[in-house]
């Protein structure tokens, strides 16, 4: 009983410093600012399933929001329900503010569309790329 105790401790060390020495998950920053009608930068990539810490400023004088979109899906104008079907995460900013948050990158390697929700910003062009590395 004691020695295969000590076994099941053993491996569970062996698995701990295993993890450890990848150096456990992948993390990234990414900052982009909104305004009208644009994302700035208008491109950006991250690595697949990073912890993404995302700082949006929105430097316009409207409301606008960062939605990230499912992979390979290109929203349509206006942007509705269908369209929100395929959303990743988004965040809404006030105008003049700034919101951080966090959220993991798809794992899947690939392109995704950021587009802005509000009426009307899609169709004045307000979107961008996010590029999800391998
Ligand atoms: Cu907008």
Redesign the pocket.
């Known amino acids: 009983m004691t020695t295969r105790h000590q076994i099941y401790v053993v491996a569970i060390l062996v698995l701990a410093s295993g993890l450890a020495a990848c150096g456990g998950p992948k993390t990234a920053e990414l900052a982009m600012s ?1 305004s ?2 644009s994302f700035s930068p208008a491109s950006a990539t991250v690595p697949a399933g990073a912890e993404v810490t995302l700082t949006v400023t929105n430097s ?1 004088t ?4 960062w939605v990230l979109l499912d992979a390979g899906y290109q929203a349509s104008a206006p942007f509705d329900a269908t369209d929100q079907a395929y959303v990743v995460t988004e965040t809404k900013v006030p105008a003049g503010e700034v919101q951080t948050f966090t959220f993991t990158a798809p794992s899947k390697a690939g392109s995704y569309q950021i587009v ?3 009426p ?3 169709e ?1 062009g ?1 979107k961008a790329t996010l590029t999800v590395g391998g």
């Open positions: 909104m009208e009608f316009g409207i409301e606008h929001n802005c929700s509000v009307g910003h899609l004045a307000m």
